[in-house]
Structure formats: C-alpha cells, structure tokens
Nanobody, 117 residues
Framework: QVQLVESGGGLVQRGGSLRLSCAASGFTFSNYAMNWYRQAPGKERELVATITITGGSTNYADSVKGRFTVSRDNAKNTVYLQMSSLNPEDTAVYYC??????????WGQGTRVTVSS
C-alpha cells in the first residue's frame, strides 16, 4: 500500500532553516510527481511546492518562492523540502502528497514546523 512518511519538522527561530523529508513506499516513486502542502491552524491546506518525476522542474507558492527548495532522490524514494529564511507565517503542519494514475490522492500524516519570533 502507498505510504508517505514525513520527518524533519521541529521548532526553529525566525530566519532559521529546516529540511523536511518524505519517505515513500508502496508505489514506483520515480514515476510520480510529488507535492508538498502545508496547513496552518484555522487555514486551508495550501500547495507549497511541486516537483516533476525527474526533479527537472519545480513550482512554488508565491509565499515561499525564493526561500524553499523542493528536491528528490529517486534512488532513495525520498522527496525533500529545504526551507530557509523561515518566518512565523511558515508555521504549519507540512504534508507530502502524490496522485495516482486513477487520480487518487495520497497523503502522509504530516510533520509540524513551528517558527518562533
């Protein structure tokens, strides 16, 4: 079965950095684009970043563009989100996501990121 497991979240001060990881299993990782979403308390889940199958193309939400970098290591079945210049508005639970050929969405359980001021 498809499984996505996020890790790397924690508490960081404003201006700091974190790298999130998402370990994937149960599907052919190298055949799937991957996404990162986040959800802050009381807010909708927001698409943060997308990376294509090979990692050759990425897209970012305007709110994180220039500060976050998504990457992947297909040999390790892992997608990463490198976050820099963090601010309190980045505080959220971060989820990785993928979409199957029959359009089923798969989600991890999320990892919490808290940015203090």
């Amino acid at each position: 079965q498809v499984q996505l497991v996020e890790s790397g979240g924690g508490l960081v001060q404003r201006g700091g950095s974190l790298r999130l990881s998402c370990a994937a299993s149960g599907f052919t990782f190298s055949n799937y684009a991957m996404n990162w979403y986040r959800q802050a308390p009381g807010k909708e889940r927001e698409l943060v970043a997308t990376i294509t199958i090979t990692g050759g193309s990425t897209n970012y939400a305007d709110s994180v563009k220039g500060r976050f970098t998504v990457s992947r290591d297909n040999a390790k079945n892992t997608v990463y989100l490198q976050m820099s210049s963090l601010n309190p508005e980045d505080t959220a639970v971060y989820y990785c996501n993928t979409i199957s050929p029959n359009y089923q969405h798969y989600w991890g359980q999320g990892t919490r990121v808290t940015v203090s001021s």
